[in-house]
T-cell receptor, first 114, second 116 residues
Framework: AQTVTQSQPEMSVQEAETVTLSCTYD???????LFWYKQPPSRQMILVIR??????QNATENRFSVNFQKAAKSFSLKISDSQLGDTAMYFC???????????FGAGTILRVKS | GAVVSQHPSRVICKSGTSVKIECRSL??????MFWYRQFPKQSLMLMAT?????????EQGVEKDKFLINHASLTLSTLTVTSAHPEDSSFYIC????????????FGPGTRLTVL
């Protein structure tokens, strides 16, 4: 069974600075998808970024980028120029290539300070 | 596009009553929807996978007679918490799978259930 580990329960960052959230996972699959979701205080889950395992290039979405290390089974999220609106709980998630289910990590609470 | 709604957003009920939560995909058809439960500051726990026109698939440890799921159409799934007790108080989130290139799940805004 797949597992997703987020080892940082809480993190803080100053506004405009850069922060990296860690995620590792365990799977025997070769092809799969990885996701970062954001859950702000409203509790609405929002997709931040996705990565297909068969793509070597790291995904980027504006200020959000990932460092995907397939061999190390690591999938960290970098947030550049942090904004107050980035304050949220962030979940790393895994899904098999043809699977239905998302496997979530425990989450990291990120607080952006002014 | 790809909007999922949930109704109600909040519900308070008395112990022993049943509560129904609706999950709708507003602008796409979803043959598969998912129901999650989330406790404060914790991750989402998948309760069941809801398949249109067939029985739901429940995760281990989830009582199917307690949490009734019906997926009668391609845009609507319902979760009924039967004979609710205070320990059922939680945040319930649904998601719907879209048939795009990533088979992405889109999440509803959640329902906060409080059982007195």
């Amino acid at each position: 069974a797949q597992t997703v580990t987020q080892s940082q329960p809480e993190m803080s960052v100053q506004e405009a600075e850069t922060v990296t959230l860690s995620c590792t996972y365990d799977t025997s699959e070769n092809n799969y998808y990885l996701f970062w979701y954001k859950q702000p205080p409203s509790r609405q889950m929002i997709l931040v970024i996705r990565q297909e395992a068969y793509k070597q290039q790291n995904a980027t979405e504006n200020r959000f980028s990932v460092n995907f290390q397939k061999a190390a089974k690591s999938f960290s999220l970098k947030i550049s120029d942090s904004q107050l609106g980035d304050t949220a709980m962030y979940f790393c998630a895994f899904r098999r290539e043809y699977g239905n289910k998302l496997v979530f990590g425990a989450g990291t609470i990120l607080r952006v300070k002014s | 596009g790809a909007v999922v709604s949930q109704h109600p957003s909040r519900v308070i009920c008395k112990s022993g009553t049943s509560v129904k939560i609706e999950c709708r995909s507003l602008d796409f058809q979803a043959t598969t929807m998912f129901w999650y439960r989330q406790f404060p500051k914790q991750s989402l726990m998948l309760m069941a996978t809801s398949n249109e026109g067939s029985k739901a698939t429940y995760e281990q440890g989830v009582e199917k007679d307690k949490f009734l799921i019906n997926h009668a159409s391609l845009t609507l799934s319902t979760l009924t918490v039967t004979s609710a007790h205070p320990e059922d108080s939680s945040f319930y989130i649904c998601s719907a799978r879209a048939w795009n290139s990533y088979n992405e799940q889109f999440f509803g805004p959640g329902t906060r259930l409080t059982v007195l």
